[in-house]
């Protein structure tokens, strides 16, 4: 038999046990969590970039004198694969122009939209 003073202690040190082993499960958790949400918020900054750059080329080439066009394509980048489906409008002078950026993390998929409206910029020839 043990003594009461033993089995206190005994009892202190389980309780202390369960508690760092609470804190721990904790910690993993908060840290799973936190690595979750920047791989979402990584994700989306990728799509922003890529809209960003999609709209850039069009500006670009609707300079050049090309039309934008309606299209859907595919982009692969940093492991990651998105849709971007692109729709034109044209309302006089202006393309108003809609791009849905789509891709999937884990399984489940998110998607953004982004809108921004053209036009053909004015060539000005100037004389020495």
Known sequence: MRSDGESGWILLEAVLLGLIALATAAVLGIFARTALLEEHAAA???????????????????????????????????????????TITRAGEFYDVSLRISWQILGHEEQVDFVRRLRQHVRVETTP
């Open 44 to 86: 989306r900054m990728e799509a922003a970039l890529l809209a960003r750059a999609q709209f850039s080329v069009m500006e670009a080439e609707l300079d050049q004198g090309t039309e934008p066009l309606s299209a859907a394509t595919q982009i692969n980048s940093n492991d990651r694969s998105y849709q971007i489906e692109r």
